[in-house]
């Protein structure tokens, strides 16, 4: 069964840092990213990596939020710091079992985890 759980979200203050982790399992997956929801708003991808560890980012937290990833443990990360209140929102981890030409992975996706950030 391919699953993926997100871990890591809670609560922290605006300056702060937060880093997410997300296990799959199952399968081996090719790119892998997070997206974010807030309420009221369309799911919005936040950072994308592809195995051989090329990235792509939202303009918004390039330069605050970093992505990696771990092929041996099948993980990856979001490292996020200088949250911003308008960071808040539903983190979810997705993943592709093939590589696209295009870095927006959906095949499978994780629960979330509610990542907020006081003002």
């Known amino acids: 069964q391919v699953q993926l759980v997100e871990s890591g979200g809670g609560l922290v203050q605006a300056g702060g840092s937060l880093r997410l982790s997300c296990a799959a399992s199952g399968s081996i997956f090719s790119t892998m990213g997070w997206y974010r929801q807030a309420p009221g708003k369309q799911r919005e991808l936040v950072a994308a990596i592809t195995r051989g560890g090329f990235t792509n980012y939202a303009p918004s937290v390039k330069g605050r939020f970093t992505i990696s990833r771990d092929n041996a443990k099948n993980t990856v990360y979001l490292q996020m710091n200088s949250l911003k209140p308008e960071d808040t929102a539903v983190y979810y981890c997705?993943?592709?079992?093939?590589?696209?030409?295009?870095?927006?992975?959906?095949?499978?996706w994780g629960p979330g985890t509610q990542v907020t950030v006081s003002a």
């Open positions: 997705a993943g592709d079992l093939n590589a696209r030409a295009t870095m927006f992975p959906d095949d499978y």
